[in-house]
């Protein structure tokens, strides 16, 4: 059975960023750090509008900050 | 540590408090005056309303986000487990009622506060350990 998977480079995305802190993150994207900590570690899959405003933050396409991997057994 | 993780424990601690407070009280009562008398110890469950100072101590700064979708989804959850709890606790309490007392058999209307405050007690604890375990599963610690 295929696995999906939704992986993330927002980690890399704000060292590139002027170094931006989580907090900074959460801030532009209207959202807690929590939340961004949740999503850098996988642990949660954000909304359609979070996962824009997140990729609005960075300047860049969704793209380029979540890509949807599937993995087939 | 986020604001509705500080909030469940802070229930989970007033309530556990409440707790042994009352069947401390209604225990020293019933050596002291022995029972029905010793019931009104368990008046002392009343201070778990103090809950409701849960979300005035743990106010976020103006100008921060304070709830969020993640937060709304955890919450949600919690709330529909403290709802099918409290279902069945009140089906449990009135059923077991029915089964101690028989069927032809007339109960103090005094129990009846006691059962309402019992499901209240279910809802939030039920909700509060819900939200904690959510939190966990969904992540909360990280570094910058």
């Known amino acids: 059975m295929a696995k ?3 992986s993330n480079q927002i980690r ?13 993150l959460a801030d532009k994207a209207g959202v807690t750090r929590q939340t961004i900590i949740a999503i850098e570690a996988g642990k949660y899959s954000p909304s359609l509008t979070l996962a824009f405003r997140i990729a609005k933050a960075f300047g860049v396409p969704l793209e ?9 057994s | 540590m986020n604001r509705q993780q500080k909030i469940a ?7 556990s408090g409440c707790m042994m407070l009352a069947v401390g009280m209604t225990t020293k009562y019933a050596f002291q ?15 778990a309303c103090l809950i409701a100072l849960g979300p005035l101590l743990f106010r976020k700064k103006k100008g921060q986000v304070a709830f969020d979708e993640r937060d709304v989804m955890v919450e949600r959850r919690a709330v529909r487990c403290g709802t099918t709890a409290s279902y069945f606790y009140f089906v449990f309490v009135c ?11 007339k109960i103090s209307a005094g129990l009846l ?9 279910v809802v939030n604890v ?8 959510e939190y966990r599963r969904r992540g909360t610690s990280g570094q910058e």
């Open chain 1, 4 to 6: 999906s998977e939704i």
């Open chain 1, 12 to 24: 890399r995305l704000r060292f590139e960023n002027g170094e931006m802190t989580q907090q900074q």
């Open chain 1, 64 to 72: 380029e900050v979540f890509q949807y991997e599937q993995e087939s």
């Open chain 2, 9 to 15: 424990w802070f229930n989970l601690a007033v309530i």
């Open chain 2, 33 to 47: 005056h022995g029972f029905p008398s010793a019931f009104g110890g368990m008046g002392f469950l009343g201070f």
């Open chain 2, 95 to 105: 059923l077991a009622t029915w089964l101690y007392v028989g069927f032809d058999t």
């Open chain 2, 113 to 121: 506060p006691m059962f309402v405050v019992g499901g209240f007690i």
């Open chain 2, 126 to 133: 039920v909700q509060s350990i819900v939200m904690l375990v």
